[in-house]
């Protein structure tokens, strides 16, 4: 069966500090992989999202970053945090097309909560 | 882009009651409609989703519409009960999935 990792579960960051939030896919190949953002009153913000490995699609300008070394491993990173970088991430994955027909489920895993201070 | 906007942010019912929460949506090329369902501290787990092609679709207790004329959606849920207390995220999408900023559930007994 499929299972995705996330980790760190929680963070707290001094403002201008790095990130790096990791998520891992196992049990399937070549996934779609998602990073969402929610913050309180904003819902899920998707931020960036990859159909491939090196293939990254960034749907929010921002100073965060993402990418895909490997094709169940996807990495959100920044060099500096801001105070409104603060917020609980989730990754996801989903199968994509299969047979010509996005299968759309999309499977969260259980989040990171990041305290910019 | 898509936009999905959803509505009421809060919802309170006593248990038994029915629970409606609506959504729009704004790219008229969208074609898959889920919705899911967030405990606290935990990431969103899908409940029910809807294609372009379907004008409703139920699943026990749980039933979602879609009026593709007018780019809305609505998520039905009846005779509620304390378990079903949750977020409730709908979403659109043709290539990744956008969500509405979520309606928080409370279901008392």
Known sequence: SQTIHQW????????GSPLSLECTVEGT??????????????????LFYSVGIGQISSEVPQNLSASRPQDRQFI???????????????CAWSVGYVAGVDTGELFFGEGSRLTVL | ?????QHPSTL????????????????????????????LGKGPQLIIDIRSNVGEKKDQR??????????????HITET????????????????LIFGKGTTLSVSS
């Open chain 2, 62 to 75: 749980i039933a979602v519409t879609l009026n593709k004329t007018a780019k809305h959606f609505s998520l």
């Open chain 2, 1 to 5: 882009g898509e936009n999905v906007e």
């Open chain 1, 76 to 90: 959100l990173s920044s060099k500096k945090l801001l105070l409104s970088d603060s917020g609980f991430y989730l």
């Open chain 1, 8 to 15: 760190p579960a929680t963070l707290v960051q001094p403002v």
């Open chain 2, 81 to 96: 009960q304390p378990e079903d207390s949750a977020v409730y995220f709908c979403a659109a999408s043709q290539t990744a």
């Open chain 2, 12 to 39: 309170s019912v006593q248990e038994g009651d029915s629970a409606v929460i609506k959504c729009t949506y704004s790219d008229s090329a969208s074609n898959y409609f889920p919705w899911y369902k967030q405990e």
């Open chain 1, 29 to 46: 190949s070549n996934p779609n992989l998602y990073w969402y953002r929610q913050a309180a009153g904003r819902g899920l913000q998707l």
